[in-house]
């Protein structure tokens, strides 16, 4: 399948690396009087690769030259991305097969310490009655 670039062979210039060079990387290093960083790539505006015209390149960092190229996605896959960087979202049966699975289960000392620490922050600010109801803690039980 032949490329959508130019290439061209470049020798004894003094910014451009010697080799074969596409065409659109050596009208922007001409342009811009360096060679480019590593995050650095060319974007053709109108997204053909062999108009090299200056007009219609732009130099832009990698991260903004990806989101050009990046198809959109669904509404379905969005929200799937969202979910996924908020934490695992359970049902209540999972979370009860998980509690079911781990009971009896021995614990290092430093993993009881850490959860501890951790519920005392999660259950600083909720009145006693509210963390019997949540956590299904009867009143008769000692800790």
Same mark, same amino acid.
């Given at each position: 399948?032949?490329?959508?670039?130019?290439?061209?062979?470049?020798?004894?210039?003094?910014?451009?690396?010697?080799?074969?060079?596409?065409?659109?990387?050596?009208?922007?290093?001409?342009?811009?009087?360096?060679?480019?960083?590593?995050?650095?790539?060319?974007?053709?505006?109108?997204?053909?690769?062999?108009?090299?015209?200056?007009?219609?390149?732009?130099?832009?960092?990698?991260?903004?030259?990806? %989101?050009?190229?990046?198809?959109?996605?669904?509404?379905?896959?969005?929200?799937?991305?969202?979910?996924?960087?908020?934490?695992?979202?359970?049902?209540?049966?999972?979370?009860?097969?998980?509690?079911?699975?781990?009971?009896?289960?021995?614990?290092?000392?430093?993993?009881?310490?850490?959860?501890?620490?951790?519920?005392?922050?999660?259950?600083? %600010?909720?009145?006693?009655?509210?963390?019997?109801?949540?956590?299904?803690?009867?009143?008769?039980? %000692?800790?």
């Amino acid at each position: 399948m032949p490329s959508k670039y130019r290439f061209k062979m470049v020798r004894d210039h003094p910014f451009i690396p010697t080799g074969l060079r596409y065409v659109h990387q050596i009208v922007m290093a001409e342009y811009v009087g360096r060679w480019f960083r590593k995050n650095e790539h060319v974007h053709h505006k109108n997204g053909d690769g062999k108009d090299n015209r200056l007009e219609n390149l732009e130099l832009l960092t990698a991260k903004v030259h990806r %989101s050009k190229h990046r198809k959109p996605c669904s509404e379905e896959t969005k929200r799937k991305i969202s979910q996924s960087n908020t934490g695992k979202v359970r049902s209540l049966e999972v979370r009860q097969r998980y509690s079911l699975m781990n009971k009896g289960r021995k614990r290092s000392a430093e993993f009881r310490a850490k959860v501890s620490k951790g519920m005392k922050k999660y259950t600083s %600010s909720l009145p006693a009655g509210e963390m019997r109801r949540r956590f299904g803690w009867s009143d008769n039980v %000692s800790s």
